[in-house]
């Protein structure tokens, strides 16, 4: 069974400067899917960026950017320029094989100071 | 285009009922999950529909959970009867049934049971 493991319960960075969340994950299939959301205190879900493990270009969204190593079974999220709304729980998520479901790690609880 | 439409947003219910929540998926989408998501436990998986169809119910807790899909677009998850220990945000969420699809989800059914 595929597992998604995010080692950094909490993380914390300053405004205007860079941070990265760390994200591993466990899988015999070559084909998948890996994405971050986004979860604000509204607790909706928000996609941040999705991946595309055949493709070896790392996924760019403005601030938000990708280190994906495929080998390592690793999908780091940076986000650079930090700001006050960028304050939530992120989830790294794994989708393998059409019609089966996300799966998600524990959370990084990330907290942006002025 | 409307989102994944949850109801209630909020439900306080006494220990005993029975609580259903519904799902409305994105129109054209034909993959349906339903998450839990409590601090101990994290985003777990209860169960996901392909094309009205339970493909894996493994995540639902026991037997007093169960969920329908009766068409395309309306679903629901039932508790009978409710327990304490059931009190967290369910999330629907809705996707193609193709690989490179996203998952979007719902704002969220906020259960509190007393």
């Known amino acids: 069974a595929q597992t998604v493991t995010q080692s950094q319960p909490e993380m914390s960075v300053q405004e205007a400067e860079t941070v990265t969340l760390s994200c591993t994950y466990d899988t015999s299939e070559s084909d998948y899917y890996l994405f971050w959301y986004k979860q604000p205190p509204s607790r909706q879900m928000i996609l941040v960026i999705r991946q595309e493990a055949y493709k070896q270009q790392n996924a760019t969204e403005n601030r938000f950017s990708v280190n994906f190593q495929k080998a390592a079974k690793s999908f780091s999220l940076k986000i650079s320029d930090s700001q006050l709304g960028d304050a939530a729980m992120y989830f790294c998520a794994y989708k393998g094989q059409a019609g089966t479901a996300l799966i998600f790690g524990k959370g990084t609880t990330l907290s942006v100071s002025s | 285009d409307a989102g994944v439409i949850q109801s209630p947003r909020h439900e306080v219910t006494e220990m005993g009922q029975e609580v259903t929540l519904r799902c409305k998926p994105i129109s054209g989408h034909n993959s349906l999950f339903w998450y839990r998501q409590t601090m101990m436990r994290g985003l777990e998986l209860l169960i996901y529909f392909n094309n009205n169809v339970p493909i894996d119910d493994s995540g639902m807790p026991e037997d007093r959970f169960s969920a329908k899909m009766p068409n395309a677009s309306f679903s629901t998850l039932k508790i009978q009867p409710s327990e304490p220990r059931d009190s967290a945000v369910y999330f629907c969420?809705?996707?193609?049934?193709?690989?490179?699809?996203?998952?979007?989800f719902g704002e969220g059914s906020w259960l509190t049971v007393v």
């Open positions: 969420a809705s996707s193609l049934v193709v690989s490179r699809n996203t998952i979007y």
